[in-house]
């Protein structure tokens, strides 16, 4: 199975500024067709996951554009412009490329 | 946008049986993936099983291999996990969720809690 690994688990931000999430996969994520199926996800707490990202850089309709994603090969990087206090949630990565689909571990992002 | 409901939650005695059922406010089966995904208490998310009507395919986590089984209900548009010989380490929420495009759990339901306990 694919492993993949995010970092860090835990990101305090001050609000307004920027933060950036890592998550690197065990193995390319390059799918047959050419795609390579790497997503975001946010979790607030008490909520299901929601997307926010597909095929790396895709934004999904609603997501505001300070959510951009990023990457290539094995690296790849969820990015927001300037934090606000409604992002304080969860981030997975998972790759859907290989069955099963792989979660990253999530990293926490809080405010400082 | 699709909407996701799982019901048939609910606490169980470990080795015993339950049913989760997901339904859809448009067709669940098409050419992209079902799956089931869980969340133990504040722990992560795993990938549970997926289903592809249109090509059939089946899959499960090896942590569930064997004791799991999905199955889909055309006439009534349900995607139905059934789920044997539970133990505690299947205590979680289960979420049914779609792909929109490949590879992609756009659609996710709330969840349902399974609650695994003597």
């Known amino acids: 199975d694919v492993v993949m690994t995010q970092s860090p688990l835990s990101l305090p931000v001050t609000l307004g500024q920027p933060a950036s999430l890592s998550c690197r996969s065990s193995?390319?994520?390059?799918?047959?067709?050419?795609?390579?199926?790497l997503s975001w996800f946010q979790q607030r707490p008490g909520q299901p996951p929601r997307r926010l990202i597909y095929?790396?850089?895709d934004r999904d309709s609603g997501v505001p554009d300070r959510f951009s994603g990023s990457g290539s090969g094995t690296d790849f990087t969820l990015k927001i412009s300037r934090v606000e206090a409604e992002d304080v949630a969860i981030y997975y990565c998972m790759q859907g490329t290989h069955w099963p689909y792989t979660f990253g571990q999530g990293t926490k992002l809080q405010i400082k | 946008e699709m909407l996701l409901v799982e019901s048939g939650g609910g606490v169980v005695q470990p080795g015993r049986s339950l049913r989760l059922s997901c339904a859809g406010s448009?067709?669940?089966?098409?050419?992209?993936?079902m799956h089931w995904v869980r969340q133990a208490p504040g722990k992560g998310l795993e990938w549970v099983s997926g289903f592809i009507s249109g090509t059939g395919r089946v899959d499960y986590a090896d942590s569930v291999k064997g004791r799991f089984t999905v199955s889909r209900d055309n006439a009534e548009n349900f995607l139905h996990l059934q789920m044997n010989s539970l133990t505690e380490d299947d205590t979680a929420f289960y979420y049914c969720?779609?792909?929109?495009?490949?590879?992609?759990?756009?659609?996710w339901g709330q969840g349902a809690l399974v609650i695994v306990s003597s």
């Open positions: 095929k790396i850089s």
């Open positions: 969720a779609k792909d929109r495009d490949p590879g992609g759990l756009k659609y």
């Open positions: 193995q390319s994520l390059v799918h047959t067709d050419g795609n390579i199926y």
């Open positions: 448009g067709s669940l089966f098409d050419v992209h993936g």
